[in-house]
């Protein structure tokens, strides 16, 4: 079995080893090291190839933010990051999923969700709270003018429209009666057109650009 491999960073050690009971005791994931800042983890990234880090937002050093921004723009798309934050509306967690982290986690998740979490992100899906998502979005304020020039064809913007719900991409072929594998083959072409490094930051321009307006109501 070839296990997800988890570096954990966070300032707080009894965050980390809480982390790190809940994730080796899974048999398709192991971690491969730890950091208590920011400015740790390209040297730890480079010494242990993890396939997912989970990032604290807020460290006293280096942050989240920075951390993301720099390490995501030095390696390849592989590697994902997922975002521990303590409260979901922050602006924080939108910065740094801007920034390239593929989602955010709740530091009082439980066991199954940071499991299920580390998973969902290291198959390639985004980690989405769209409620949280929609809130920071229309908070930031970006300035509405659609998405007309990305090209996308009307399947392509039926995706975005779904993967901005939050939905996997099983349930989008579901809803839309189309195969898991086509559906991919779409989500794959969606950030590609959109110049975006992956479907979360695919669906945060999908706010910010008004396609899927942010206001919770809608």
Do not use: C
């Not at 491999?5 to 050690?13: A, Q, S, Y």
């Not at 809480?18 to 994730?23: H, P, Q, S, T």
């Not at 999923?97 to 998973?119: C, D, H, N, T, Y």
């Not at 300035?143 to 939905?167: H, W």
């Amino acid at each position: 079995m070839n296990r997800i491999g988890v570096l954990l960073v966070d300032d707080e050690p009894l965050i980390r080893s809480g982390l790190r009971a809940i994730l080796d005791s899974e048999p398709d994931i192991v971690v491969v090291g730890e950091a208590s800042d920011g400015a740790e983890v390209p040297g730890r990234v480079r010494r242990t190839r993890p396939d997912v880090v989970l990032m604290d937002v807020r460290m006293p050093a280096v942050d989240g933010i920075r951390a993301t921004e720099h390490l995501l723009s030095a390696v390849d798309g592989s590697l994902k990051v997922l975002v521990v934050t303590t409260f979901e509306n922050d602006d924080h967690v939108y910065d740094a999923l801007r920034a390239g982290a593929s989602g955010f986690l709740l530091k009082r998740a439980g066991p199954e969700q940071i499991v299920g979490a580390v998973r969902t992100v290291a198959a390639g899906e985004s980690l989405l709270f769209p409620a949280a998502i929609r809130w920071l979005a229309a908070r930031h304020g970006r300035t509405a003018g659609g998405l007309g020039d990305a090209g996308l064809s009307g399947r392509e913007a039926e995706v975005l429209r779904l993967m901005a719900t939050g939905l996997s991409n099983g349930e989008i072929a579901q809803h839309l009666f189309l195969g898991v594998q086509t559906v991919k083959t779409h989500v794959g072409n969606v950030p590609a057109k959109l110049g975006a490094r992956d479907r979360t930051q695919a669906v945060i321009r999908a706010f910010e650009s008004g396609f899927v307006p942010p206001s919770p109501e809608t």
